[in-house]
Nanobody
Framework: QVQLVESGGGLVQAGGSLRLSCAASGRTFSSLSMGWFRQAPGKEREFVAAISRNNDITYYDDSVKGRFTISRDNAENTVYLQMNSLKPEDTAVYYC???????????????????WGQGTQVAVST
């Protein structure tokens, strides 16, 4: 079992920044590929970013590319999502997911991830 706990959400004005964290436990963190997804009210959960377990490959949705950065610290068992130049349309609950597979395949697919955190709310005001 893998436990994931997100933190760092909050209310921020448009153009501002937030850094989300997701702390993992229950399994060797370096064996997990990690992803961030988000879900806005009335919408389906959507892919934001992902990072391979070896920290050598990252993926981003086009809507966040150039504004968000995913990173990980295997010594701290934590994955981060640095979010800059936030827009009101970034408002959502943000979830991190863990993939126990050997390689991160189909990083943008929800079904790839075996474990999920409880989410952290991000609200961006105009």
């Amino acid at each position: 079992q893998v436990q994931l706990v997100e933190s760092g959400g909050g209310l921020v004005q448009a153009g501002g920044s937030l850094r989300l964290s997701c702390a993992a436990s229950g399994r060797t963190f370096s064996s997990l590929s990690m992803g961030w997804f988000r879900q806005a009210p009335g919408k389906e959960r959507e892919f934001v970013a992902a990072i391979s377990r070896n920290n050598d490959i990252t993926y981003y949705d086009d809507s966040v590319k150039g504004r968000f950065t995913i990173s990980r610290d295997n010594a701290e068992n934590t994955v981060y999502l640095q979010m800059n130049s936030l827009k009101p349309e970034d408002t959502a609950v943000y979830y991190c997911g863990a993939d126990t597979g050997v390689a991160l395949i189909r990083a943008r697919s929800i079904s790839t991830y075996d474990y999920w955190g409880q989410g952290t709310q991000v609200a961006v005001s105009t």
